[in-house]
């Protein structure tokens, strides 16, 4: 990892230190894409099974798992990695649990109602990364909300072949459609539908670049009619760390993010070299042991390690860089949250690894990198529901409100929409003239 000393930069040297990765928003990425969701769209199944031979590598003779593959596949599972996954689920659970809204129901106005409702999203896809690093834990952060919200149709999608854990957490979390298919293809295939797999309403899941942009190709795609939780690709982690910080601890944080892919980042901010240099030596001793070595020297050599004249400053950094993982190993991280402004989500303190957060803590680990955690927020519940908005109102509501709405319609020029209330008051007065006119008439009668 190279060392920059933050201001000593340019304003133009800063953000080019502030880069992603060079393997993200590659100009071929777009069109290869596309071919891949145009191919799935017209060939659908058939498609699907060519890309799983050609990308995977695997010859899969049925995309989806049937009843006996998946209790055969749950039976292979060691019993102590079950335990873990039954632990991390209820932690998991307990949390999102707590997230649930209440309907709100109040009068603006005497005969004015207004609601907000939500319902759960009827047809959700769930993408799992797999491959060589298949994601057990992703099953969970997206199949407990899922589960919890009420979605009526929960399809799990996972490139070939699937492991055997992956099947037993949605087992577990009660998904029954799970399908063997992965990368941009899967997306398609939630997408647009195939003879086997069902279109979705929304699709979930974190993946590579390929699988990114699959997301945000069909999200702009009339044609599918289907939105997704956010832009979250490769893995990102920033640290901010001050001279007390413990560089092994600092250095296994960045290697257990660098390990996830060869277009993850990992960064380190700092206001004392001593610190960076230790982290870098730490660096050294531990990636040699690790099993995923190569895949993390890819990765550490687009990150970088900046040194800050203090850890205001260094905030300022995060900040601008907007980490999806964002690491504060200082003497006092809960003062320095004060000034974070941008993060998917945040690990206080010596004794909070990332890893706790990605796996059991409780909280999800779905987030936007690129960025966007300037403006998108970590999944949660909500996202596996949509809110709606009710109002109804009385004739006495609408008398009350019709002179609000009217000026306003008019100024506009949207004279229908103006209209639409003055024929209701006409008539409301209307009424009301006859109802007195009676009342008179009774009145000289007697």
Wanted: charged share 20%; aromatic share 4%; glycine share 6%.
């Amino acid at each position: 990892m190279d060392t920059v000393l933050w201001s000593a930069l340019s304003a133009d040297e800063q953000r080019a230190v502030l880069k992603r990765s060079p393997m993200v928003g590659d100009v071929s990425l777009g069109e290869t894409v596309k071919d891949i969701l145009d191919k799935v769209r017209s060939r659908g199944d058939v498609a699907l099974l060519d890309f799983s031979a050609r990308f995977d590598k695997v010859e899969v003779s049925s995309l989806r798992l049937d009843d006996a593959e998946i209790r055969a596949a749950c039976a292979r599972v060691d019993e102590s990695l079950k335990a873990a996954i039954r632990d991390a689920r209820a932690n998991i659970a307990t949390f999102h649990s707590a997230q649930k809204m209440a309907d709100i129901s109040l009068e603006t106005l005497p005969g004015v109602r207004c609601e907000l409702k939500s319902e759960a999203i009827d047809k959700v896809g769930l993408y799992i990364p797999g491959g060589s690093a298949p994601l057990i834990s992703t099953v969970l952060m997206l199949a407990v909300p899922a589960e919890l919200a009420g979605c009526n149709q929960r399809v799990l999608v996972s490139p070939p072949p699937i492991d055997d854990a992956i099947v037993y957490a949605a087992s577990l979390c009660g998904i029954s459609e799970i399908f063997q298919v992965g990368g941009a293809q899967a997306i398609a295939a939630l997408a647009y539908g195939t003879d086997s797999i069902p279109a979705v309403d929304k699709i979930f899941g974190p993946g590579n670049r390929f699988v990114t942009e699959a997301k945000a190709q069909v999200a702009r795609d009339s044609r599918a009619a289907v939105t997704i939780d956010m832009p979250a690709g490769p893995s990102e982690v920033l640290i901010i760390a001050d001279e007390f910080a413990n560089p092994e601890f600092v250095a296994a944080d960045l290697l257990s993010q660098a390990e996830h892919g060869s277009d993850s980042q990992v960064i380190l901010v700092t206001d004392s070299s001593e610190l960076a240099a230790g982290v870098s030596a730490a660096l050294s001793r531990q990636l040699s042991a690790l099993p995923r070595k190569e895949t993390a020297e890819t990765a550490l050599s687009s990150s970088r390690i900046i040194i800050t004249d203090n850890l205001t400053d260094a905030a300022g950094v995060s900040n601008r860089y907007a980490p999806e993982h964002l690491i504060i190993q200082t003497q006092a991280p809960r003062e320095l949250l004060k000034y974070i402004r941008a993060a998917g989500s945040v690990f206080l303190g010596a004794y909070t690894p990332e890893s706790v957060g990605d796996y059991a803590s409780g909280t999800n680990h779905v987030l936007p990198t690129y960025g966007y955690s300037k403006s998108v927020s970590s999944l949660s519940l909500a996202d596996f529901s949509r809110r709606f908005t009710v109002q109804e109102l009385t004739a006495e509501g609408l008398s009350r409100l019709g002179n609000t709405v009217m000026p306003l319609a008019g100024a506009e020029s949207l004279d229908a929409h103006k209209n639409a209330v003055k024929i209701r008051l006409d008539a409301l007065n209307a009424a009301n003239e006859l109802n007195s006119s009676k009342s008179l008439d009774a009145g000289d009668k007697q």
